[in-house]
């Protein structure tokens, strides 16, 4: 008598405890599925893109000066096919080493092409003036001319990126006639730029 109501206590007991566990079970299933199908309808919320935080110290003049003219001449002075009285000769890279320092100006011109982009760089330090005035702007004129034509500055970067490019598959192929190609790219890439930016009166 004593065991079997004991059992029976315990049954009953134990099917409350399952009946709750269960009914709690449900609930959260129901939630979640609520909790799914309200997220489904909302946007997801992306996370805010994380700003460039540039620091254009250099001005646009000392890039040209330390960086984008020495890479320049390096490429152009690379091959050189002079006229003797015993027909052409040809200077062309040789070593391992030659074609690595073209490599590294390659590579110096196309970033030169991003840094040019980057918004906000001065054009020269304050106290820079002209070195041909009535030819070559003063460099207030020619952040002026800039901050008019942010499009036509940024495409001259731009292509002075590609025109890297260019260069860069040149020496990596040691192609010496694609070097010679892309050094007229280049040297019309320059050119764009500066006759529209720097000395736009000039005939
Ligand atoms: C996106 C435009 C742009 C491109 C591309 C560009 N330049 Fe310039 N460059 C300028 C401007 C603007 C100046 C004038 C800055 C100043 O001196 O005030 C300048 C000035 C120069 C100067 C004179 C720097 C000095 O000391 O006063 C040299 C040299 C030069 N560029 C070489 C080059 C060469 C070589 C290339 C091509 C490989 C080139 N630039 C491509 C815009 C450009």
């Given amino acids: ?5 004991h059992r029976r206590v315990h049954d ?3 099917a409350g405890t399952r009946r709750v566990t269960f009914c709690l079970s449900l609930l959260v299933l129901i939630a979640t599925t609520l909790m799914a199908v309200a997220c489904e309808d909302r946007e997801p ?9 540039f620091q254009p110290t250099a001005t646009v003049e000392d890039l040209m000066r330390v960086m984008i003219d020495p890479a320049a001449d390096a490429m152009w002075d690379a091959v050189v096919v002079t006229s003797t009285p015993d027909g052409l000769e040809e200077q062309r890279p040789e070593t391992d080493d030659e074609w690595l320092a073209l490599e590294r100006d390659a590579i110096l011109l196309l970033e030169a092409g ?14 820079s003036v002209s070195q041909l005035p009535g030819v070559d702007l003063e460099p207030a004129d020619i952040a002026a001319r800039i901050v008019a034509s942010p ?9 002075l990126h590609d025109a890297g490019v260019v260069m860069l598959e040149a020496v990596q192929a040691r192609n010496v006639e694609a070097l010679l190609a892309g050094g007229d790219r280049l040297d019309a890439t320059c050119e764009n730029c500066h ?3 720097w000395y736009p009166s000039d005939p």
Avoid: C, K, Y
């Fill in 195 to 197: 006759s529209r930016f």
């Fill in 12 to 14: 009953r007991f134990g």
């Fill in 114 to 127: 991003n840094l040019l982009q980057i918004e906000h760089r001065p054009v020269a330090a304050p106290d």
């Fill in 45 to 53: 919320v992306a996370p805010p893109p994380p700003t460039a935080d």
């Fill in 151 to 159: 499009d036509a500055w940024q495409r001259s970067a731009r292509e």
């Fill in 1 to 5: 008598m004593l065991p079997e109501l």
